[in-house]
């Protein structure tokens, strides 16, 4: 009896955790489904998913019995998702040709982050969140905010937050950098830095970069590949100030989770770099659908974090380090167009 009982719990403990990743799945099904209505393909499946996920638990809560398959999802499907997305990053290109868009990368990381920062202290905002914001604008987007939150041990409500934030802000951007293109004093590739350098997600850049042709998109893609590769860095600056700022206020040597999925992202940016292409031949439609596989565990990810979410919170939450962010994205596009 119990042997049979034990069985039973197990059978319906494994059938539950099935479901919860069940559940983020069909959540971003939907999502990438609404992506491809016209008007909403500008918006994403990333973001059209984490409304759905913020939606669905102020309506009926959170589904506390999948929770154990949620929560992996929301953890273990986000770390993988983030080593594969070093596959986009194409080390060898960006030594071997953007190293001179490397300074103003690093420029991008640094203004986003202190100025973000400091209109969040100004404006009284909560600091996890604008910190995560100003990453997410500086660096690469929602991919970025989900790599360093475990780093910064930000609470999963501040990462579903600032992502879902940093995707709808950064298509707005977009759309505007596309709208407004025709009327600048740009040429094609001065327009494709300022996209890459500028803009917040590697989506976006592709999305605003891609009208003025595929020279210009390829200079924006290559700006923005630099700023990816800068991930790395500045994820280990920030486990050093962790590691700084836990013994200052604890007096002990508190400890931080070492990231060891950005290990895998770097291994997975030199495997892309130096053999996929090289020593192994891949079709270009295998490499998309890797593509498309990473970016839809990431929605899945995103969702188990966005199923925390309580608007009640947001209002006072997030409107600040929103403000914050949208200043310092302004200024960042007005400060790197006049540079060009």
Not at 5 to 32: C, D, E, M, P, Y
Not at 96 to 125: C, E, N, P, W, Y
Not at 237 to 262: C, G, H, Q, T
Request: with cysteine; hydrophobic share 55%; net charge positive.
């Amino acid at each position: 009896m119990n042997t049979s009982l034990a069985k039973h719990k197990k059978s319906s403990s494994r059938g539950l955790w099935f479901g919860g990743v069940g559940f983020t799945f069909i959540i971003a099904l939907v999502g990438f489904g609404l992506s491809q209505i016209p008007g909403l393909d500008h918006v994403g499946q990333l973001a059209c998913a984490i409304i759905i996920a913020v939606v669905y638990r102020q309506i009926w809560g959170y589904p506390e019995k999948f929770r154990t398959g949620i929560q992996f999802s929301a953890k273990r499907l986000l770390r993988l998702a983030i080593i594969l997305f070093g596959l986009k990053l194409n080390i060898d290109v960006v030594f071997h040709q953007g190293l001179g868009l490397l300074a103003r990368d690093v420029g991008t990381i640094v203004f986003s982050i202190l100025l973000t920062m400091l209109l969040a202290k100004l404006f009284k905002a909560n600091s996890s969140l604008s910190l995560l914001l100003g990453i997410g604008t500086g660096v690469c987007g929602a991919a970025a905010i989900a790599a360093v939150s475990p780093i910064l041990k930000a609470k999963d409500e501040d990462t579903a937050i600032g992502a879902g934030i940093i995707a709808l802000v950064g298509t707005i951007f977009a759309i505007t950098y596309t709208i407004l293109r025709p009327f600048l004093p740009l040429t094609d590739l001065q327009y494709g830095v300022w996209s890459g350098v500028g803009l917040h997600e590697i989506a976006h850049v592709a999305l605003a970069g891609a009208p003025a042709g595929p020279d210009a998109l390829a200079i924006a893609l290559l700006a923005k590949l630099g700023r990816v590769f800068l991930l790395v860095p500045l994820s280990f600056i920030l486990m050093y100030w962790m590691k700084r700022k836990n013994k200052v206020e604890s007096d002990s040597d508190a400890k931080i989770e070492f990231p060891w999925f950005l290990i895998g992202f770097i291994i997975m940016s030199l495997f892309g770099s130096y053999v996929l292409g090289h020593l192994i031949t891949v079709p270009t439609s295998v490499m998309n659908s890797i593509s498309f596989f990473t970016s839809f565990i990431l929605t899945m990810a995103m969702i188990g974090l966005g199923l925390n979410v309580s608007l009640k919170d947001l209002r006072t939450k997030a409107l600040r380090p929103l403000l914050a962010m949208a200043i310092t994205s302004v200024l960042l596009s007005v400060i790197t167009y006049f540079t060009m």
